[in-house]
């Protein structure tokens, strides 16, 4: 719970994401992320990604640890990598999974 609030805080932040006390009032059109009424679709996909990650021999152990957060629709990808094409696999496999438009990149080349 502690990590979709810290996830919910930064997207908020980031402008990536609109503040549920911000809607109040009816219906709103806006994309909010509500962590208590999200399900087990989150576990899925972060789930999914993980095998994906996991099973891929070809990246490097730092790519097959990253953390994987997601809250709603949005996954977010945190830690290093070894390289720029490793970035690229694991932010594909996270798209393939996720959608292309929600996925949060924070992952570094480590040297």
């Given at each position: ?26 219906q ?70 996720a ?8 992952t570094?080349?480590?040297?």
């Open positions: 719970m502690r990590i979709k609030r810290n996830l919910c805080g930064l997207l908020l932040s980031s402008g990536l994401l609109i503040a549920p006390s911000l809607a109040v009032g009816g709103s059109d806006s994309k909010t992320i509500d962590p208590e009424k999200s399900g087990n679709s989150e576990n899925d996909v972060t789930r999914k990604i993980r095998r994906d990650l996991t099973n891929d021999k070809s990246l490097s152990s730092y790519a097959r640890r990253l953390k994987i957060m997601a809250v709603g629709n949005l996954v977010m990808l945190r830690g290093p990598v070894r390289s720029e094409s490793e970035r690229n696999a694991v932010l594909a496999c996270a798209k393939k999974h959608g292309d438009n929600n996925v949060v990149d924070q570094i080349i480590a040297k």
